[in-house]
């Protein structure tokens, strides 16, 4: 079965440029996590939708940063505008959902620099 | 909250045995995940703990003591390819059923010839 798709792979921006990033999940998956995973640090959840809804956007920083689901498929990622400390990767990953999902299949990620 | 520590470096010979333990405090616990991950590359699933015990998958393994808090992943008969980061994630307790996965910052082995 295909895997977590994102586009694009890399990205380099100025500060206070926007971006945007892709994530195709999964067939059939329904939950869908965007990370933010810093060099050297751990991955660090940004959002995760249930088909269309949002169940945690705790850190996400609102101000600058958006993320959208419409159709419970693909999920794209914004930020406007970004900043210095946003460089990182943006790793996508999606999971069947439900008790029994035990893993997150994640994608290649985005790599974004911001200078 | 969630607070994970892992080492961030270990360093072993081609053949050996490794170990990387993982320490988390939670108010919640539904899971403990191990990632492998090379530089570059996405996390990928290796090891998947919730009760007590030993879990092994031909030359990983992976322990849970949720009354200590601890876990660790056994890496037997290493080879080069296993250089790479090791990554303990912790699953709290939410209300609904994808709860959220807290990561460590990673383990780094590095494996010589």
């Known amino acids: 079965e295909a895997g977590v798709a994102q586009s694009p792979r890399y990205k380099i921006i100025e500060k206070r440029q926007s971006v945007a990033f892709w994530c195709n999940p999964i067939s059939g998956h329904a939950t869908l996590y965007w990370y933010q995973q810093i060099l050297g640090q751990g991955p660090k959840l940004l959002i995760q939708f249930q088909n269309n809804g949002v169940v945690d956007d705790s850190q996400l920083p609102k101000d600058r940063f958006s993320a959208e689901r419409l159709k419970g498929v693909d999920s794209t990622l914004k930020i406007q505008p970004a900043k210095l400390e946003d460089s990182a990767v943006y790793l996508c990953?999606?999971?069947?959902?439900?008790?029994?999902?035990?893993?997150?299949?994640f994608g290649p990620g985005t790599r974004l620099l911001v200078l | 909250g969630q607070n994970i520590d892992q080492p961030t470096e270990m360093t072993a010979t081609e053949g050996a045995i490794v170990q990387i333990n993982c320490t988390y405090q939670t108010s919640g616990f539904n899971g403990l995940f191990w990632y492998q991950q090379h530089a570059g590359e996405a996390p990928t699933f290796l090891s998947y703990?919730?009760?007590?015990g030993l879990e092994e998958k031909g030359r990983f393994s992976s322990f849970l003591s949720r009354s200590k808090g601890y876990s660790y992943l056994l890496l037997k008969e290493l080879q080069l390819k296993d250089s790479a980061s090791y990554v303990c994630a912790v699953r709290g307790l939410t209300t609904d059923s994808w709860g959220k996965l807290q990561f460590g910052a990673g383990t780094q082995v590095v494996v010589t010839p």
């Open positions: 990953a999606s999971s069947p959902g439900g008790g029994a999902a035990k893993t997150q299949y």
């Open positions: 703990n919730v009760l007590d």
